[in-house]
């Protein structure tokens, strides 16, 4: 054995080696201590070398940033015509200045292939904009005719209300008058009596042919013509509940003849 070998049984030698857990194999743990060394180096070597896509794209740039040389035989002939360096392409050096940048496709797709996909998605994104104003002019339509439906049936039910007031103090007045029939059935209120007549004036109706039936008035209008009957026979305005002395009267002090003018 030679004298600057360890004697692998001397204490020396087992000093130099790590502690191992009891019943662990020595076998198996320098097989994973080979193991990480291996990995270990194999780190280092990647992180020393540069990918081959790194190095072109370091070499393309350090080239694209240096300006062409007299060796390149396009730049020669250039000068030879009397151009500089730094000048504007051209006759009169208005032309380009720099070269045309360069466009390095790093896919597989074919030329074009990005106006492409630029065009289609602005189409998209057009159409869901339209969609978009579709929807919301559709929901401020819906919402308009709600609101408008919503302001009739008000008016209607207002009108109806109005109406019955009108026709009890029609009542009231006429009978003052010593008025013992209305003008119209529907100036006063209606009693049973009168339902049962308008029951069976309905069944004459249906009977008839619907060219010679009259068009029925409305809430509105019933309103409209009895409050001009008011007015104009007692001088009584139900929006003021007031009946006034005359026509000149309830000219100057009532507002007016509808709903809004006493608002």
């Known amino acids: 054995m030679a004298d600057d070998e360890d004697d692998y049984m001397s204490d020396a030698f087992l000093k130099k080696m790590e502690e191992v857990r009891p019943g662990v194999p020595m076998v198996k743990r320098v097989k994973a201590a080979l193991k ?14 540069k990918t081959y896509k790194e190095q072109e794209q370091e070499s393309r740039e350090a080239l694209l ?38 466009n390095i496709k790093t896919d597989r797709g074919g030329i074009g292939i990005e106006e492409v996909k ?10 869901y904009r339209r969609k978009v104003q579709v929807k ?18 008000r008016e209607e039910r207002q009108a109806e209300g109005d109406l019955r007031r009108s026709q009890r103090a029609c009542e ?35 009977q008839e042919n619907e060219e010679d039936e009259e068009e029925e008035l409305t809430a509105v209008d019933k309103l409209q013509i ?21 026509e000149e009267d309830l000219t100057s002090n009532c507002p007016g003849d509808s709903a809004a003018d006493h608002d």
């Open 136 to 153: 919301q002019h559709v929901e401020k339509q819906s919402l308009e005719d709600y609101r408008a439906r919503m302001k009739i049936e």
């Open 172 to 206: 009231q007045l006429d009978s003052q008058k010593h008025i013992s029939v209305p003008r119209e059935s529907w100036y006063w209120p209606e009693t049973d009596c009168d339902k049962e007549e308008d029951d069976d004036e309905e069944t004459e109706a249906k």
């Open 65 to 102: 940033h240096n300006s062409i040389s007299n060796e390149n035989r396009g730049f020669a002939m250039l000068q030879k015509m009397g151009y500089k360096a730094g000048q504007g392409l051209g006759k009169d050096g208005a032309g380009r200045v720099e070269p045309i940048p360069l």
């Open 36 to 49: 990480r060394e291996t990995l270990h180096k194999e780190k280092n070597e990647k992180n020393r070398q």
């Open 226 to 246: 009895l409050t001009s009957y008011l007015r104009g026979v007692h001088f009584y305005c139900i929006w003021c509940g007031t009946t006034y002395n005359d």
């Open 118 to 127: 630029k065009r289609k998605a602005e189409e998209k994104l057009e159409h």
